[in-house]
């Protein structure tokens, strides 16, 4: 799914809806037309959505301590990833 997000020049980030971090915790990054969020009933990473704040970026588990935290990684990881896609 990687290859496929990077050829459409998309970048995709995946929350769990059990998760404790919301779609509403990443608004601001649908300013970039490049990024889309979509929450999935399960991502198949058991567990990990009941231990702390998650979400997969273009197919990367991106997570912290804290949805604060986990906010910022993602958000990191956005740039990083709009970089590449830029070059």
Do not use: W
Request: overall charge negative; glycine content about 6%.
């Amino acid at each position: 799914m990687e290859h496929m997000a990077e050829g459409m020049g998309l970048i995709l980030i995946e929350l769990c809806a059990y998760n404790r971090l919301k779609e509403s915790d990443l608004a601001d990054l649908t300013a970039y037309p490049e990024v889309g969020i979509m929450s999935c009933e399960c991502l198949n990473v058991c567990g990990m959505c009941s231990m702390r704040p998650f979400a997969m970026v273009n197919g990367q588990r991106v997570f912290a301590e804290t949805p604060e935290a986990c906010t910022a990684k993602i958000k990191a990881k956005v740039i990083q990833e709009l970089k590449q896609l830029s070059e």
